[in-house]
């Protein structure tokens, strides 16, 4: 009877301490997914700044008050709810003290944005654009501290989950020591129980919006997450036991200083491991892409290597039109300093030249002071059509042909410089509703490629033909040239971002943005295609509504 006694205090002492543990696990691994969720979702709304700084300015530029507005709310809103959260010693370093003070410095990022959207104040929007770069890279850096706290926050939660794991083996051994058969059954179950939940929280890794990858220490994949058989395009079936870096990262487009990522043992020498770095990739379809890469070890005596990788692509790519349309904004308003400088100038000049042709009675004089006004005059109008051509102008119902003489204008020294002959075979009186402007920097890009390519190669009279047709629907604008043609394989490809063929450097986005504005502005088509000696660029715009 006391044996009974005594083997049932053990027998409801073990299984209570499975049970306290079981629950431990449980609470624990809830408070996990608790925690990254709520850190997920901090994180989201602090990397969610960066982008509404970037289209603060963006809005600015192109005065679209409404939505500058909506930014401008929603940016101080995710702003005072981030300060509402509890915050580490070191987020509270950046956003209020020195030298970065991120707190006063959206405060008044958001004050001149406000100031602009209300007043339309110069200064304030040179302060948005002087501003809005050192801003992100400010809440770039804000945002890797949340994201280093929460990875500091859930290395602490494994810790503690490993601990109740460790735990609960020590006593199932002892259990099996002392505790007879019949508890064997109730031991398999809770064992169960705690596999089950640790392979639930393997779900997290499946859910992670960035590529998650981990290697032997032979650089074969062990695991591959469903964001890496997106980004890469090989599916698990195909990827685990291969060599992973061998498919998707060519060692020639590696820096030198980066070489070392394609050697395990390199691996663990290389400094900073989890410090991101950006590298080209390549996926199954041979598409050369950038990336961000970080690495972690792990596992017994560190033989598992743990890649954390994001497709940058379009990150790039914003960046670059983002800078290419600051460029632009930032050249109108030097044209316009200009032409404020000079006109009064030219002025004074086309009046003395007036006067002094009045007193002199030399015919000779008096032809040369003519032909000084009338360099007078070109200059001036010169200023002008320069000035009209950066403008920022609204949508309106408007001509092609408006758009063609606006660029023709802008490009008549460069067409009489290379002797290039000019077509223009016009047969068009249909209007379209669109940016009129935007329209000319598209003929201008398509027009200055050709110009660029004649520059450079020795092609006998050059002539560029430019033509406005009706169609049933479209106004047809094509522009056709003999300057050789488009050298590559695919002829969409370079309406694709960071596509050039020239012997120069370039953006590789001129065209892309063209494509951009014909098809999200005019809502049109644009297409290429080779000539026998030549290219040729087709530009559909549909008829404006009350012309049908």
């Not at 003929?443 to 406005?468: A, C, G, R, W, Y």
């Not at 604008?477 to 596509?499: C, S």
């Not at 370039?506 to 065209?511: A, N, V």
Request: proline letters at 2%.
């Amino acid at each position: 009877m006391v044996e009974t006694i005594s083997f049932t205090k053990r027998y409801i002492t073990a299984l209570s301490l499975i049970a306290l543990l079981s629950i431990l696990a449980y609470y624990n691994l809830n408070h996990l997914i608790s925690s990254q969720s709520n850190d997920g979702k901090t994180i989201n709304l602090s990397s969610k700044q960066g982008m509404l700084s970037q289209q603060i300015a963006l809005y600015a530029i192109y005065y679209k008050t409404e939505n500058l507005r909506t930014n401008i709310a929603l940016m101080e809103d995710s702003h005072n709810l981030l300060l509402s959260f509890p915050m580490s010693n070191e987020l509270k370093k950046i956003y209020f003290e020195e030298p970065f003070l991120l707190d006063k410095n959206i405060r008044t990022y958001l004050y001149h944005a406000k100031r602009f959207e209300e007043n339309r104040d110069g200064r304030s929007l040179t302060y948005i654009l002087q501003n809005s770069q050192k801003l992100l890279e400010n809440l770039d850096l804000a945002t890797a501290i949340y994201v280093a706290t929460t990875e500091s926050n859930t290395i602490k939660l494994k810790n503690v989950e490993f601990f109740i794991f460790i735990f609960t083996l020590v006593t199932l051994f002892f259990e099996a020591i002392f505790i007879f058969r019949p508890a064997s059954k109730k031991i398999i179950e809770v064992t169960k129980e705690l596999i089950r939940q640790h392979d639930y929280a393997n779900t997290i890794i499946e859910s992670n919006t960035n590529a998650i990858v981990t290697l032997d220490s032979r650089l074969n994949v062990q695991t591959y997450n469903h964001m890496a058989e997106k980004i890469f395009g090989y599916t698990k079936q195909e990827i685990i036991g291969e060599q992973f870096f061998q498919k998707i990262i060519s060692k020639e487009s590696l820096p030198v200083d980066q070489e070392g990522v394609l050697n395990f043992k390199k691996i663990l020498e290389i400094e900073n491991k989890e410090e991101v770095r950006e590298i080209k990739a390549v996926n199954k379809t041979g598409h050369v892409f950038p990336i961000r890469i970080s690495f972690g070890i792990s596992g017994e005596e560190k033989s598992m290597l743990i890649i954390s990788m994001q497709d940058i692509s379009k990150e790039i790519l914003k960046d670059k039109i983002m800078m290419q349309q600051a460029k632009f904004a930032a050249l109108g308003e030097m044209i316009a300093i200009i032409a404020h400088q000079w006109r009064q100038p030219l002025a004074q000049l086309s009046f003395n030249c007036m006067y002094i042709r009045k007193k002199i009675t030399d015919p000779e004089l008096m032809e040369e002071t003519a032909k000084n006004e009338e360099i007078i005059q070109f200059m001036s109008e010169t200023i002008t059509n320069f000035e009209n051509f950066y403008k920022h102008v609204d949508n309106t119902i408007f001509n092609p042909i408006i758009s063609i003489k606006q660029t023709l204008v802008l490009l008549e020294s460069s067409l009489k410089l290379y002797q290039i002959k000019l077509i223009q075979q016009i047969d068009s009186t249909m209007n379209i509703f669109g940016n009129s402007n935007s329209l000319s920097q598209v003929i201008l890009s398509i027009i200055q490629n050709t110009i660029d390519v004649i520059k450079i190669s020795e092609i006998k009279h050059p002539f560029i033909q430019i033509s406005l047709e009706n169609s049933d629907k479209f106004v047809i604008l094509t522009i056709t040239d003999n300057a050789g043609g488009i050298q590559t394989p695919l002829i969409d490809d370079i309406f694709k971002p960071f596509h050039s063929n020239k012997n120069k450097l370039s953006t590789g986005i001129g065209l892309y943005m063209s494509k951009l504005i014909i098809e999200n502005q005019f809502h049109g088509i644009i297409n290429a295609k080779n000539t026998n000696d030549g290219a040729q660029f087709s530009i559909l715009l549909p008829f404006y509504s009350n012309n049908l």
